[in-house]
């Protein structure tokens, strides 16, 4: 079965205006889990959000007439594939912001009307932690995007993984006291430790 790098395997591949969208079967057994236990409404608030982040970028995608190559459904989210050689820094960067834009936006206009949700909330949660300078993360890719236009590439490279580990080192101090406080919260810490192992110990490819 056809496969991303270092990733999962793909039983559902089709092509959309030109565009591979790869669906894993282990996507709707994360999903159908995420329902299940959602009681409070708020895990479902969380993925209708992401759902709305990628949406964003694939909006950017659209209007800047430069379509992505492929949309993988991972089991923890959705990956997209720019073209290779198509996208400029400049749209890059547009198609990074427009994620977290989307959720601040979303959650600007509920602020405004003065309807306070658990969607809002979530909203303004992802688009925050995606703006972090995480190298995974869409603040960490566009920080690295703007890096390259002043250092050398290898220079850019370093400084960009300086501030993951930086910004990672403080999600775990944040992650330990969260767990001390609540006794049984380990969310932080284990979404501390999946982007550690994204940016440190993944290879290149």
């Excluded at 006794?183 to 430790?193: D, P």
Aim: proline letters at 6%; one cysteine or more; a neutral charge.
């Amino acid at each position: 079965m056809p496969t991303l790098p270092g990733c999962w395997s793909f039983e559902m591949e089709f092509q959309v205006r030109g565009v591979s969208v790869q669906i894993s079967f282990y996507f709707f057994a994360v999903l159908a889990l995420l329902f299940l236990l959602d009681r409070s409404g708020t895990l479902s608030a969380g993925f209708l959000s992401c759902l709305c982040h990628e949406a964003g970028h694939l909006a950017a995608f659209a209007l800047l007439g430069d379509p992505p190559k492929s949309l993988a459904f991972l089991p923890f989210g959705l990956r997209i594939i720019p073209r290779a050689g198509l996208s400029s820094p400049r749209h890059e960067l547009i198609t990074l912001l427009a994620g977290p834009g989307v959720n601040l936006g979303l959650f600007a206009l509920f602020l405004l009307t003065g309807v306070h949700l658990p969607f809002a909330a979530a909203n303004l949660l992802i688009g925050i932690f995606n703006l972090l300078p995480i190298a995974p993360l869409d603040g960490g890719r566009a920080i690295l995007l703007l890096l390259e236009r002043f250092f050398p590439e290898g220079r850019a490279y370093l400084t960009g993984r300086i501030l993951s580990g930086i910004t990672l080192l403080g999600l775990g101090v944040g992650g330990v006291w969260l767990l001390l406080c609540t006794g049984y919260n380990f969310s932080l810490l284990l979404c501390t430790g999946y982007l550690f192992v994204l940016t440190f110990c993944k290879k290149e490819v």
